[in-house]
């Protein structure tokens, strides 16, 4: 049921914004510097997949493999923490039996507490991660929004869709002449 009512809102908010654009002209419209330079009564509406943006945009591609490469820095810091309690609890097993009880658990003692140092560490360094990929996402989706109105406004488009059919909206179908989404992969990768 949510799907539908979702579905019958964008339809009609759609619907609403194309009725309004052909009733009101290019007035009051943010569009009207598009819609002086249309015939009247024609109106360019275009489609955008952000996701194919996201995936081919250079400076993504790019930021990525930074982010990337830290990530396996900083995974090669964590796992250098683990080699000595792994060698520990090593020395644990094949000498427990001849180690005193004093000896068995300061060693045990040792171990849990490195566990707990790792456990730490590995959280912050995971939650840092996280920080970073979620704000490096986040502006590379603010990039690819501009981008998607400057392109729109720079060649005169009305409307732009989401083309993704997997996004939920109301684009259903449309003509491969609407697709947008290369003008904006280049625009966005020509930029400096």
Do not use: C
């Not at 730490?120 to 840092?128: C, G, N």
């Not at 720079?154 to 609407?178: C, M, Q, W």
């Amino acid at each position: 049921m949510g799907f539908v009512n979702a579905y019958s809102r964008s339809m009609w908010v759609a619907l609403t914004v194309v009725i309004g654009l052909t009733l009101l002209g290019a007035e009051g419209n943010p569009a009207s510097d598009a819609a002086k330079n249309a015939p009247s009564g024609q109106y360019k509406i275009g489609v955008v997949d952000r996701k194919k943006v996201f995936d081919e945009y250079n400076r993504q591609k790019e930021e990525m493999k930074k982010l990337q490469d830290q990530v396996e820095a900083e995974q090669k810091e964590v796992d250098n923490l683990v080699t000595p309690i792994e060698a520990d609890k090593k020395r644990y097993e094949d000498n427990k039996d001849k180690m005193s009880d004093q000896e068995r658990e300061a060693l045990k003692d040792k171990i849990e507490q490195a566990a707990r140092k790792y456990q730490t560490i590995y959280k912050e360094k995971q939650a840092d991660i996280d920080s970073r990929t979620a704000k490096l996402l986040r502006s590379l989706k603010d990039e690819i929004n501009q981008a998607i109105s400057e392109v729109g406004a720079r060649d005169n488009y009305h409307l732009i869709f989401e083309a993704d059919p997997k996004s939920g909206t109301s684009v259903l179908y449309y003509s491969s002449t609407l697709d947008m989404t290369p003008k904006v992969i280049e625009y966005l990768n020509s930029k400096k």
